[in-house]
């Protein structure tokens, strides 16, 4: 069945291998959002003619316009934050799909559902940040929430089974250990940008990339499952498959397992929120176990990374203890990345968050908690003295 996508973030790693199953399934293009990277959205736009773009950085956005000037039939143009956010309520679309970077992908998630639409989300930190507002909002407009992350995609190809999902006690969240695992903090005192920036296993962006480096993603992808599943946090283990083929599995009450294995390929998971329920054919290979040698397993080293320790801290604390989380580390990251602060000085300061942050009361607004989110960044900018 042909569908029509609206894509956030589509000249991110998660954008174009979208392109590529939106491509391969012959769906059509509502609207394309990008940060910056105008080279690559007028390529976009020449091909899916979208009926509107939009742009967030504000000089981005006037080159496009002078670009789209030339063209017959233009697709409207917004921009800024609120141009994204306008985006995602557009009528037009059938689905949604969120893959822009940090906390900044929450205001179009909200809109997205509250207009109606079905959201693929690989925009982890709605969830992270918004959860039980991300949660109250799918309810109320009974809307379905498809997850694109490998892991939390491959936990919901496991649950599809409804009765057997009853029954759900545990999962078994994977990790790639990231380019890092088995050493110790002695050995990690040097790091620099280039050698965090190179990922085992997976192509992707810078932010998500240094993410993996110090397990924060993985925690990150903790606190997503604890919303996406109902299991509180001490149901849900981290279990390094140095592999990447085993994308994760789920324990059930009489404790057998169910995996979900295949290539490390994003556009599985990606084709699998698109085309939910159904499985097509798409652009991905095949699993061929013939050469797949061994499968390995470990635990996650939280003592040398505490990034990951700290995500579970905050999720059991609740309320907006994991938005601040979520912003120290954001912030952490951006300086890390301008040689401003050392590797482990990003898991000391998101530490220090999940430590310092309380979680009120449970409830809490957008304001507060974009008000939370300022004054975690805030703290890593007073800490690192930048």
């Not at 590529?20 to 940060?35: E, K, N, S």
């Not at 981005?60 to 316009?65: F, I, M, S, T, V």
């Amino acid at each position: 069945m042909s569908k029509v996508i609206t894509l956030l973030g589509s000249t991110g790693s998660i954008g174009t291998q979208s392109l590529d199953v939106i491509r391969a399934q012959g769906y059509q293009v509502f609207g394309l959002a990008a940060h910056s990277n105008v080279t690559l959205l007028l390529r976009q736009i020449i091909e899916f003619t979208p009926k509107a773009v939009a742009v967030v950085d504000p000089h981005a956005a006037e080159q496009l316009k002078a670009q789209l000037s030339t063209m017959p039939n233009p697709p409207v143009l917004l921009t800024g934050k609120e141009g994204l956010v306008e985006l995602a309520a557009m009528p037009g679309a059938d689905i949604v799909l969120n893959a822009v970077v940090g906390i900044a992908g929450l205001a179009p998630t909200l809109a997205a559902i509250e207009s109606g639409k079905d959201l693929a989300l690989a925009n982890k930190e709605s969830l992270v940040t918004g959860g039980q507002l991300v949660i109250d909002a799918v309810k109320k407009k009974g809307v379905h929430l498809l997850p694109v992350d490998s892991e939390h995609s491959a936990i919901f190809q496991c649950l599809q089974d409804a009765a057997s999902a009853k029954s759900l006690t545990k999962i078994l969240l994977t990790a790639s250990g990231g380019p890092f695992f088995g050493k110790k903090k002695e050995e990690l005192q040097q790091i620099t940008a280039v050698d965090a920036l190179r990922h085992p296993t997976w192509n992707m962006g810078g932010k998500i990339t240094i993410d993996s480096a110090t397990l924060m993603n993985k925690g990150l992808e903790l606190i997503e499952a604890v919303w996406l599943f109902g299991l509180p946090a001490d149901k849900v283990q981290v279990v390094v498959q140095r592999q990447s083929v085993i994308h994760s599995m789920v324990q059930y009450s009489d404790n057998s397992v169910i995996a979900q294995l295949g290539v490390p390929d994003m556009r599985i998971p990606i084709q699998y929120a698109l085309t939910w329920p159904e499985r097509v054919p798409g652009p991905a290979p095949e699993l061929d176990f013939t050469t797949l040698g061994t499968l390995t397993f470990d635990v996650a080293d939280e003592d040398t990374f505490l990034c990951l320790a700290a995500a579970k801290r905050a999720i059991t604390k609740g309320g907006l203890c994991p938005t601040a989380v979520n912003g120290a580390n954001e912030q952490a990251v951006e300086l890390f990345l301008q040689d401003k602060i050392r590797f482990l000085e990003i898991g000391e300061f998101v530490a220090r968050a999940a430590e310092e942050f309380s979680a009120g009361n449970g409830a809490y607004t957008l304001e507060e908690l974009y008000a939370c989110d300022a004054a975690a960044r805030a703290m890593v900018r007073r800490l690192a003295n930048a």
